[in-house]
């Protein structure tokens, strides 16, 4: 089965059209005011609305009011949320458009139960876990330590073309997810980073495993 791959932390036009070109499925966009990476409503309908079809926009929110995402979706026309934070299923749910729900791998969490808690969710995307942040902490974690889960798996956490091969065929992710791992600086997307980590998940997703 080939590997989808998402690339996060799209701030910039050039970036996400290039991605696009290379063939990757989603381009993730960060509606979280702390994050380097973060975009406004102008600068995320700007560059949504020059796409083209058939690629999968997702926003990524942390624990944010209901009512600052309603106004953002009224504005934005996103396909798929994705939440970073403690956001309960009915939470995930009330926004009536799918969603996936990441988890971050504490050394003492039981993955397995948690997702367990989210037999909505489109997927369930693991990331590293790194004290007060709420991803995109440039770290892989312990692969080994991946459940069997009912929902598609996204990979995250420090995935870059050096590893993602090894991560596809140690892990066989639905998906793979990354950001810093293919850029130039926060929310700067390197364009020979992408295109090297997107033939890397080619060349090992038809690998065989």
């Not at 624990?63 to 970073?84: G, V």
């Not at 997307?189 to 997107?198: E, L, R, S, Y």
Request: proline share 5%; with cysteine; hydrophobic share 40%.
């Amino acid at each position: 089965m080939r590997t989808r791959i998402k690339i996060c932390g799209i701030t910039q036009l050039d970036d996400a059209l290039k991605a696009v070109d290379l063939g990757v499925d989603a381009l993730g966009f960060v509606f979280y005011p702390p994050s380097p990476r973060s975009l406004t409503v102008e600068q995320a309908q700007s560059i949504i609305n020059s796409l083209p079809p058939f690629v999968t926009t997702v926003g990524l929110f942390v624990n944010e009011d209901e009512s600052t995402i309603r106004n953002l979706l009224d504005q934005i026309a996103l396909d798929l949320l994705q939440f970073h934070g403690d956001e309960s299923e009915a939470e995930c749910q009330r926004y009536a458009r799918p969603y996936i729900k990441a988890l971050r791998m504490k050394p003492e969490a039981d993955i397995g139960q948690q997702a367990r808690q989210y037999k909505t969710a489109s997927g369930i995307l693991l990331d590293s876990y790194a004290q007060g942040l709420p991803g995109g902490t440039g770290q892989t974690f312990d692969w080994k330590r991946i459940p069997e889960l009912d929902q598609p798996l996204i990979l995250a956490g420090g995935l870059d073309a050096t590893n993602v091969g090894v991560a596809i065929q140690a892990v066989q992710p639905y998906a793979v997810d990354v950001s810093g791992g293919v850029e130039l600086t926060k929310g700067v997307k390197d364009h020979q980073k992408m295109t090297a980590f997107i033939s890397e998940v080619g060349r090992f997703a038809n690998s065989g495993k």
